[in-house]
């Protein structure tokens, strides 16, 4: 079972920068693909980074110049750093892990199977 702690979340203005954290169960950033999904009130879930298991990160088109994906598998953590950010970005962050190898097109190539509690991200103009 692999358990997933977001953290790092909260209300900012426009063009600032938030760093989000994830901490995951033990060996977990190395063996499994992680990646950060947003929903919106009203909207779909979006995939928006993942990093593969061969630390390889993959963005969505509509968030590459500003977020940043990290893991520090020593510490069992995955990172979201996120820069410039807009009102449009305002949603609930989850952390999410599935047993593979590659990241792709801002998620991982086979559908997430662990999910954390999410963290909020509001953003006013």
């Known amino acids: 079972q692999v358990h997933l702690v977001e953290s790092g979340g909260g209300s900012v203005q426009a063009g600032g920068s938030l760093r989000l954290s994830c901490a995951v169960s033990r060996d977990t950033a190395g063996s499994h693909c992680l990646g950060w999904v947003r929903q919106a009130p009203g909207k779909e879930r979006e995939g928006v980074a993942a990093v593969g298991s061969d630390g390889i990160p993959s963005y969505a088109d509509s968030v590459k110049d500003r977020f940043t994906i990290s893991k520090d598998n020593a510490k069992n953590t995955l990172y979201l750093e996120i820069n410039s950010l807009k009102p449009e970005d305002t949603a609930m962050y989850y952390c999410?892990?599935?047993?593979?190898?590659?990241?792709?097109?801002?998620?991982?190539?086979?559908?997430?199977?662990?999910w954390g509690q999410g963290t909020q991200v509001t953003v006013s103009s």
């Open positions: 999410a892990a599935v047993r593979v190898y590659r990241a792709y097109g801002g998620s991982c190539e086979l559908p997430y199977n662990y």
